[in-house]
Each structure stands twice: as C-alpha cells, then as structure tokens.
C-alpha cells in the first residue's frame, strides 16, 4: 500500500495540506498551534511548509513528509509489536 496515494485520495491531490487539516486528521488531540510548536520544537520531526516568511502566513505539510512520517511510525508500531510477541 502507498500512503501517499492515500493521502492524494483524502486531501484531492493537493501537495501541501493545511495544518488545521493535518491536524483535525491526525494529531485530534492537538490544537493546530501546539502542533506548529511541537514541530518547531521538534518533538514531532515533520518538516512545516510556511507560505510566506511572516509568522501568521499560512501553514501545511508536503504530502509526502506526511506520508513518511505515517510510515516511519507504523514501522515503529511493528516493530515493537514484534518485540512484544518474540
């Protein structure tokens, strides 16, 4: 499966997704300013696209940063199921 075809699928093949979206999708438990402070702070390592350089432009993340990030944590998951049942 490839997560970024998924991605295209759920956001309209856009390449940059807002971070309100990314945010109400995945990270509910989030505000969309405490995850642009988590990323900024790095605790979320997902790089975040500014459209401008003002600090109250828009924000999203590329399509493709996102889908890495979804897979780097589902192999994540894996593996610590595999060190759970091994």
Same mark, same amino acid.
């Given at each position: 499966m490839n997560t970024a075809f998924l991605l295209m699928a !759920?956001?309209?093949a856009? /390449? %940059?997704i807002p971070i309100e979206d990314v945010c109400r999708d995945y990270f509910s438990h989030l505000s969309p300013t405490k995850l642009v402070?988590? %990323?900024g702070a790095g605790e979320i390592p997902i790089p975040l696209v500014r459209m401008e350089?003002? !600090?109250k432009c828009a924000k999203g993340?590329?399509?493709v940063?996102? /889908? !890495?990030y979804l897979d780097a944590r589902a192999e994540a998951a894996r593996k610590e199921l595999? /060190?759970?049942i091994s």
């Amino acid at each position: 499966m490839n997560t970024a075809f998924l991605l295209m699928a !759920q956001y309209g093949a856009k /390449a %940059i997704i807002p971070i309100e979206d990314v945010c109400r999708d995945y990270f509910s438990h989030l505000s969309p300013t405490k995850l642009v402070q988590k %990323i900024g702070a790095g605790e979320i390592p997902i790089p975040l696209v500014r459209m401008e350089d003002s !600090q109250k432009c828009a924000k999203g993340v590329h399509l493709v940063d996102l /889908a !890495q990030y979804l897979d780097a944590r589902a192999e994540a998951a894996r593996k610590e199921l595999n /060190a759970l049942i091994s």
